[in-house]
T-cell receptor
Framework: DAGITQSPRHKVTETGTPVTLRCHQT?????MYWYRQDPGHGLRLIHY???????DKGEVSDGYSVSRSKTEDFLLTLESATSSQTSVYFC?????????????FGEGSWLTVV | AQTVTQSQPEMSVQEAETVTLSCTYD???????LFWYKQPPSRQMILVIR??????QNATENRFSVNFQKAAKSFSLKISDSQLGDAAMYFC????????????FGQGTRLTINP
């Protein structure tokens, strides 16, 4: 268990409303990621962060923004939610061991945009 | 850009038998890790096994082992003595160690275990 908590775990929202998902970690890992998972697409990277205020885009970043003002929290914001953003969102962290890196995931946030 | 391909959308195996899931990847990097993740219906992402590219020895974790062919850019997962609890989606993933460390996934293979 890498101490990753996602919130909310489930949310239903209306088209056009803003939504923020939070990923919280307890172990000061440098890298944090946001993915979305949709049928037939596996997990696709939305944004990632390599430190406080250091973020970069992934392959499906349009319509999403992120912020990381402190090491433990990585926020994903949908400025104006659309039905195409209905998905399961996963946060992940990269944990470094002496033997190398391992990626651990949160339990997912189910978002439905109606 | 790095890509990961899983060419088998679905696989099935009889309980107690062995099954191999395929994964190929494309990269120009020399230092990277490869992973297999299991995702049961709960959607939890569970790390099954990890392989460091610099290691020639194939990783093994109990009934799970990999066949890592670096030159061929192939990373298959073998599950021995399949159990009903092995039924899940399996994802192959790649992460490079230099520069931006983005974890890239294949599209997944759905594994069914027949009793």
């Amino acid at each position: 268990d890498a101490g990753i908590t996602q919130s909310p775990r489930h949310k239903v929202t209306e088209t056009g409303t803003p939504v923020t998902l939070r990923c919280h970690q307890t172990e000061n890992h440098r890298y944090m990621y946001w993915y979305r998972q949709d049928p037939g697409h596996g997990l696709r990277l939305i944004h990632y962060s390599y430190g406080v205020k250091d973020t970069d885009k992934g392959e499906v970043s349009d319509g999403y923004s992120v912020s990381r003002s402190k090491t433990e929290d990585f926020l994903l914001t949908l400025e104006s939610a659309t039905s195409s953003q209905t998905s399961v969102y996963f946060c992940a962290i990269s944990q470094q061991w002496d033997s190398g890196n391992t990626i651990y995931f949160g339990e997912g946030s189910w978002l439905t945009v109606v | 850009a790095q890509t990961v391909t899983q060419s088998q959308p679905e696989m099935s195996v009889q309980e107690a038998e062995t099954v191999t899931l395929s994964c190929t990847y494309d990269t120009s990097e020399s230092d990277y890790y490869l992973f297999w993740y299991k995702q049961p219906p709960s959607r939890q992402m569970i790390l099954v096994i990890r392989q460091e590219a610099y290691k020639q020895q194939n990783a093994t974790e109990n009934r799970f082992s990999v066949n890592f062919q670096k030159a061929a850019k192939s990373f298959s997962l073998k599950i021995s003595d399949s159990q009903l609890g092995d039924a899940a989606m399996y994802f192959c993933a790649y992460i490079r160690l230099q520069g931006a460390q983005k974890l890239v996934f294949g599209q997944g293979t759905r594994l069914t275990i027949n009793p």
